[in-house]
């Protein structure tokens, strides 16, 4: 059960929390948002918890968006790292790097043989960035396919490629992008009720493939369940009915595994797996290292050697970053971790459900493995979103204790998505201290 306790740990300067943040807002972008009123500082971790400045622990059930994949501070995972940097910290792709080699080589046995190129970035932006020079230079078109409410990247092309405003800095992108009405049964744009609706959301992108494109374009990307929108969740038969429509068109389809990959899903190593589909491009990032920065993607050969130019990455495949994933990996599959997230995700959505039989402002649980999500809303009739609840609740969670995540168009979506290490007595615990934090709030 997770606790406000005090521990210490040398060097500990004390909780300088409010001068941290005057000394932030002071020197960083005013664009890089922080959760919570009070800010906090994560000053440690260990496994499932967290400790900030005042030596308070958390239940960490966000796990730095999705990316701590193991849990903090695994010696398993940190001690091959620590030996990696005490050997080489760098040498450029322009060298030989064995792990690389062999982390591609893993990645490629995860994934269907037809994926048979690997190319390493720092991060899921530059990824998906890899993902549209191969798809666009391959396909003569800068036109790609994309949902609504999607998020790829904060750079110059994937902002454009994000379906989501508050995200959206600038439009003045290489791409041109055509938006697909998106897979959100909780609020179907055309308001039908799955499966009556007959997927009118996958047949969108036929129609918008020959109405709105020069009937070319270059890819379709899409989140197997969508992140910072809320962790929207396709139904079942969604990406087989998009894949048969893209073969008619002869349109590739990138998979933005960043959230969804390394068995977070429970269900499979990846989303595409636990929804059938093979693409031609998978883009990865976030938890494959367990928080050391990665990135990359791996496609067909076709697609990768489209690059006929040079091209590198000074850092990419850099030999931390891959010693650091190669031992991640190894403990997801030595600890059954993919198998836990199934479990364990499984008796956190039933959890959460009887929450919403309590509380009214709970809309929606949705989700998969441990990418969990509740949407909040102001009345269960007109589902408008309650932000400045989902904010309050998150807010009470920390006091007692607990890390959520926040997201979704509106933020009125509650992100639940723990290091793959979380057992049912944790699950227990947030679910208790959520209760507490819905019934304050809406008192
Ligand atoms: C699905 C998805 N793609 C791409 C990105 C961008 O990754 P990064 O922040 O590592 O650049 C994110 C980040 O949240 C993401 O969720």
Same mark, same amino acid.
């Given at each position: 059960m997770a606790s406000l306790e005090t521990g210490t740990f040398e060097d500990d300067p004390g909780d300088d929390s409010v001068e941290l943040l005057r000394r932030h807002r002071e020197s960083l $972008? &005013? +664009?890089v948002g922080l959760f919570y009123d009070e800010p906090i500082e994560l000053r440690r971790g260990e496994g499932q918890f967290v400790y900030d400045g005042a030596g308070r622990q958390y239940l960490d059930f966000f796990g730095g968006i999705a990316t701590v994949s193991s849990g903090h501070a695994i010696p398993e995972i940190n001690d091959p790292i620590k030996a990696q940097l005490d050997r080489i910290t760098h040498s450029s792709t322009l060298f030989l790097i064995r792990s690389q080699i062999e982390l591609a080589e893993r990645i490629k046995a995860m994934t &269907?043989?037809? !994926?048979?190129r690997v190319f390493f970035t720092n991060s899921g932006t530059e990824a998906n960035e890899a993902a549209f020079l191969i798809t666009t230079l391959n396909r003569e078109s800068n036109e790609i396919v994309a949902l609504r409410h999607s998020y790829h990247g904060r750079s110059f092309a994937t902002i454009n490629a994000s379906g989501q405003t508050p995200w959206r800095? +600038? %439009? !003045? +992108? &290489?791409l041109h992008v055509h938006y697909v009405g998106n897979p959100y049964c909780y609020r179907c744009p055309w308001e039908k009720t799955y499966p009556s609706c007959d997927l009118l959301c996958a047949r969108d992108v036929g129609a918008v493939i020959e109405t709105t494109t020069s009937g070319n374009p270059a890819a379709f990307i899409a989140e197997p369940i969508q992140g910072v929108g809320g962790f929207i969740t396709p139904p079942p038969e969604y990406f087989q009915e998009v894949q048969a429509i893209l073969r008619r068109h002869g349109v590739p389809f990138i998979a933005d595994?960043?959230? %969804?990959?390394?068995?977070?899903?429970? =269900? =499979?190593?990846f989303g595409f797996q636990a929804y059938g589909v093979e693409p031609d491009v998978v883009v990865f990032a976030k938890g494959l290292a367990n928080g050391i920065p990665i990135g990359g993607l791996i496609a067909t050969d076709e697609l990768a050697t489209a690059i006929r130019s040079l091209s590198l990455s000074t $850092?990419?495949?850099?030999p931390i970053a891959t010693t650091a994933a190669l031992a991640n990996l190894n403990y997801i599959a030595t600890h059954n971790l993919r198998d836990n997230a199934r479990r364990t995700g499984g008796y956190l959505i039933e959890r959460l459900w009887e929450l919403a039989s309590r509380h009214q402002v709970i809309g929606d649980v949705r989700g998969m493995g441990l990418l969990v999500a509740i949407e909040l809303v102001r009345d269960r009739r007109s589902k408008e979103p309650a932000p400045d609840l989902t904010s309050r609740v998150q807010d009470a969670a920390k006091e007692r204790g607990l890390i959520v995540g926040r997201g979704g168009l509106h933020g009125n979506v509650l992100r639940i998505c723990p290091? !793959?290490?979380? %057992?049912a007595a944790d699950v227990d615990a947030a679910t208790t201290i959520l209760d507490a934090a819905f019934s304050v709030v809406m008192r």
């Open positions: $972008f &005013p +664009s &269907p043989p037809h !994926l048979s800095s +600038s %439009t !003045l +992108s &290489p595994e960043v959230q %969804t990959g390394w068995g977070r899903l429970g =269900a =499979a190593d $850092f990419g495949g850099n290091p !793959l290490i979380v %057992t």
